[in-house]
């Protein structure tokens, strides 16, 4: 039987805006309670449907800076004028409950997390063509067009940093995506450097102490020891 750290796996999830990201990470939770999604603060104003505490905290930009210098963010960036960031505390205490924190951030902050967590998994989300993100930008209707097509020249610039991630998914269906998702952090926990030990029944752990005693003394017949 493999025994695996109760440390818990950061992920990181990042990608243009209007990608999906955020509907593939819920559709992804639906099914998997023991995963924690992690609140970003940002100074941004609240939009129509969202939910303090849970959408983002908001901050104001002078609390936000307030924060900063107190160094509670695990990472923060300022992103179209407004400033977003990953609360440390929270995070920490999710993982060594042995919960999966998934981080929805941008790809500014993304880079620095890889910079100092070696052991995040990356996993960038593409949109399915650049003209679908285009609709689905416009399809918001929470912003006018100055901002969308800053948004969309953007998304150009971000999906050149794809290859500094270590995984990719195209979101072209939300329940496809969101199962590649689990596949991902499957195959993370079957990595021999997240095995904490490798426990054997009672006649495995004999056959396997008199193999090192082989190796210690080669002359002993080490059939005659096992039957």
């Not at 849970?54 to 210098?69: A, W």
């Not at 006018?144 to 610039?157: L, M």
């Not at 991902?184 to 495995?204: G, M, N, P, Q």
């Amino acid at each position: 039987m493999i025994r695996t750290k109760k440390q818990g796996m950061l992920v990181v999830i990042s990608g243009p805006s209007g990608c999906g990201k955020g509907t593939i990470i819920q559709e992804f939770l639906k099914t998997h309670p023991h995963a924690w999604l992690s609140v970003s603060a940002t100074s941004r104003p609240s939009r129509k449907g969202d939910i303090p505490g849970t959408t983002y905290y908001f901050l104001s930009r002078k609390e936000f800076e307030e924060q900063i210098q107190k160094e509670a963010f695990l990472e923060y960036a300022e992103y179209a004028g407004n400033y977003y960031g990953t609360p440390k505390d929270p995070i920490k205490e999710k993982l060594n409950q042995g919960s999966d924190v998934l981080l929805e951030i941008e790809i500014q902050g993304a880079l620095k997390i890889k910079d100092i967590l070696k052991e995040t998994i990356f996993i960038f989300i593409l949109p399915p063509s650049m003209k679908e993100l285009r609709k689905r930008l416009e399809g918001r209707n929470t912003e006018d067009r100055e901002k969308i097509e800053k948004r969309f020249q953007r998304a150009y610039e971000e999906i050149n940093e794809v290859s500094k991630y270590n995984y990719v998914i195209v979101n072209d269906q939300i329940e496809k995506a969101a199962h590649k998702i689990d596949a991902i952090l499957t195959a993370e926990r079957l990595r021999v450097d997240r095995i904490e030990e490798v426990l054997l029944d009672t006649k495995e752990e004999d056959i396997h102490e008199k193999l090192l005693s082989q190796k210690e003394f080669p002359n002993i017949d080490i059939k005659d020891k096992i039957t």
